[in-house]
């Protein structure tokens, strides 16, 4: 990689529930790239995100964010090193109550003491770049799912972050709004320089942005490297994901107990 | 019989560790002291829905009860022709008992389930994570307004309904069963105490609105962020505040007004 990490995992583990989430993940997010972190459902994706964001701790193992040891850190601390994060939820997470407006002026006027109209200012800017400065007056309620992206991406980017994290972006989109959000997360990424954490299971959008990709599953990385080198992996989970088979390393058959006994046909020919 | 022994057990820890847990979110939620320019407009928003959207059913409740007490005493305190201490009668119960009782169950039901509905509905739709994300504590911006205005509320919807309820009581008493007004007021004038009755009624009203405050934010916090978490910690705080409030109203009337 040429550029230096941004975000250091090493020989994380974390479980829930008595189940173990992740088992030794080691992991390097370059700076002012987009990165990829893919992988089947229920593999832990949006909890990495969690833990790079500091909502969760790791039951062993280190997460570094820009040279700071998150889970080490102390509240006030973590709050602070939050303001340099821009985190868009799969659902949007907008306020309810508030407007599109206010909701891209929140962060704005709960972190800094800017005047009023240069707050509005920043936030046209913000929803002019999301292409939803008409949109300013309507309430979370009104807008489409894409659109409320869009809105929450214009949030989370409002006080210019270094980092910024999506979490299943292009989950439940149509083609236009998946369109819109790939090249939005492009040109955030080249203008403003961020460092991008992309979680996701579409490939082909996912790998068409990012620079560099990684595929979790089973508690580990199982292949990382430029999109171009996960293609050539030579792991077979690695193919079975990417090129969406049915069957596979990651079998089709949940585990089950002996098929013949479960159908009460015994010394059968099933 | 040692699965049933190992659920109790499990069940009396999942109460520990569930009172615990709230111990926790109460002192983080008080810990934090909030910037008067930011937190006092969050303040008075929440006295409106908490406070303002309940006078309604507080001032209706009142005013039916206070009838109803008019009526009963009336009826009760004339078969021994001492119905003049009828005020006596209505104010004492209401300012020392149903006043602080009946507002916090009312409290309970109208903005509880509120707050736990929309508190819940906030984790669920990742507002509150969202809100720790952009670096602002959740506890301090979403619950500490509306555990103060709880608690604020309280007191002042418990008198508005104990006023209420006399006037009501007034109504019946004086106005429809001809009770003489000077003794209906007099009465109540010289038994009623301010400090054993009227400050001992205020005290219990600001421990109901703390305790079902609490109640209700907190279930709201730690539910599970699902539509059937939300529906079952709704229920659970009008259930909880509910018993908590009866609970401790023996307990304050017994050291208030007991005379061991």
Redesign the interface.
Known sequence: MESSAYITLKDVVFSRAGRRIFDGVTLDIPKGKITAIMGPSGTGKTTLLRLI?G?LRPDSGQVSVDGHNVPALK?KDL?????K???L???G????DLSVYENVA??LR??TKLPEDMIRDIVLMKLEAVGLRGARKLMPSELSGGMTRRV?LARSIALDPELIMYDEPFAGQDPIAMGVLVKLIRDLNSSMGLTSVLVSHDVPESLSICHYACILADGKVIGEGTPEELRQHPSDRVQQFLNGQPDGPVPFHYPASDAAADFGVTGGAL | MMDRIAALGRGGLDVISSFGRSGRFLVGVLAGIPRPA?GFPLLLRQLYFVGVLSLAIVVVSGLFIGMVLGLQGYTILSDYGSEAAIGQMIALTLVRELGPVVTALLFAGRAGSALTAEIG?MKA???L??M??????PLR?VIAPRLWAGFIAMPVLAIIFSVVGIWGGMLVGVDWLGVFEGAFWGNMQSSVDFVDDVLNGVIKSVVFGFVCAWIAVYQGYDCVPTSAGISSATTKTVVYSSLAVLGLDFVLTAVMFGDF
């Open positions: 964001g909502q509240r709050y602070r090193l939050r303001e994060m821009g985190m939820f799969q659902s997470a907008l306020f309810t929140f962060p709960v972190h929450a | 930011t509905l739709t990742e507002q994570s969202s720790e994300m952009m670096g602002v504590d911006r």
